[in-house]
Structure formats: C-alpha cells, structure tokens
C-alpha cells in the first residue's frame, strides 16, 4: 500500500508542479475543508485519514517551483475596471 501512495504522490506532485500559485493555495484549502468536515455517515466515522500523508503532501506542494509569477488577475487579463482587456 506505502508504494500505490508514494506512486500517487508522485504522479500528483507532476500535477500540481503545472498548477499556479493561487490554484495551489485552492488545493490545500480543499484539503483542509475536507479534513475538518464531519463525516455524514456511519461509514464515513470508520474511516481513518492517514494525516501524515496529508501532511507530506502540503508540504510537497508548498515546495514546488513557481511557474508563472504572474497574479491570477494578470493570468486572466482583468483591467482596473473589472473587464478582460
């Protein structure tokens, strides 16, 4: 099971290595809002969340290289005014 998870993270870090910044800080926001959700169901109380592994990721994403240093409104294109120019 350590290596199907070392392989995942793998092929996640390769992902996220595209992402921009602010769809980084988007991904670990979801993943502490899922972490903090209590669970809606008898089977979802049994499940247990390996928080290392969480850990290790955030960490992993936080480490990886900037791609494009531009803000996400310059990446769009929105001008002062709110429009796309």
Request: hydrophobic share 40%; net charge negative; charged share 25%.
């Amino acid at each position: 099971m350590e290596a199907n998870l070392n392989s995942t993270l793998g092929d996640l870090k390769q992902i996220i290595q595209h992402l921009s910044i602010s769809e980084r800080w988007v991904l670990l926001k979801w993943l502490v809002e899922l972490l903090q959700q209590e669970p809606y169901n008898q089977q979802k109380e049994n499940i247990k969340i390996n928080f290392s592994a969480v850990h290790q990721i955030c960490d992993e994403i936080r480490s990886l290289p900037v791609l494009d240093n531009r803000s996400p409104e310059e990446i769009i294109g929105y001008n002062e005014f709110g429009g796309l120019d």
